[in-house]
């Protein structure tokens, strides 16, 4: 059985390492925040809905074997639903200075948010135009952090690499 199902366990793992990374960005943001508000709780139900999707998506990829366009469009199209609304937290965060914490105050940015969103609709768009090359459009997201950086995004340190010193 494992050797005939070989795919659905390289599909599901694939799925586990898509959702374990946009639970640390889900993560990196909101350990920035001190509160929320209802705009922020719903546009996260919104995103908790598309990480419970994803499964649900994978296993369709396998099932759709000969229709790959479909399952594949379906696929990107979570994964831009879920990095939109991480995008929309961080421009509600961003907008409301106040639910940030004191200590990064005024230096959240929201334009590394959209760097991830805008390369998964360029992956979609392109998957539509050559669909031939499948899933492989979703290596442009490695792309991320190069172009963060070039458009002057930084990153801002994460709790556990503070470091108190003692006065």
Not at 23 to 43: C, K, Q
Not at 108 to 130: E, I, K, Q, S, T
Request: hydrophobic share 55%; charged share 15%; proline share 4%.
């Amino acid at each position: 059985m494992l050797a005939d199902e070989r795919w659905t366990f390289v599909a599901f793992a694939l799925s586990f390492a898509v959702i374990a990374q946009f639970w640390v960005g889900h993560h990196r943001l909101f350990e920035h925040l001190r509160d929320y508000s209802n705009a922020i709780l719903w546009t996260n139900f919104v995103w908790l809905a598309s990480i419970v999707f994803i499964p649900f998506t994978t296993q369709l990829l396998g099932e759709l074997s000969s229709d790959t366009r479909g399952g594949n469009s379906l696929y990107i199209g979570v994964l831009i639903v879920a990095s939109a609304c991480l995008a929309v937290i961080q421009w509600l965060t961003v907008r409301h200075p106040d639910l940030q914490r004191s200590d990064v105050r005024g230096q959240l940015d929201v334009r590394g948010g959209l760097v991830a969103l805008g390369l998964l609709l360029l992956a979609f768009l392109l998957h539509l135009v050559a669909p031939s090359v499948g899933m492989f459009w979703l290596l442009l997201l490695f792309l991320a952090g190069p172009v963060a950086r070039l458009m002057g995004v930084r990153k801002l340190p994460r709790d556990r690499d503070i470091i108190e010193r003692p006065s």
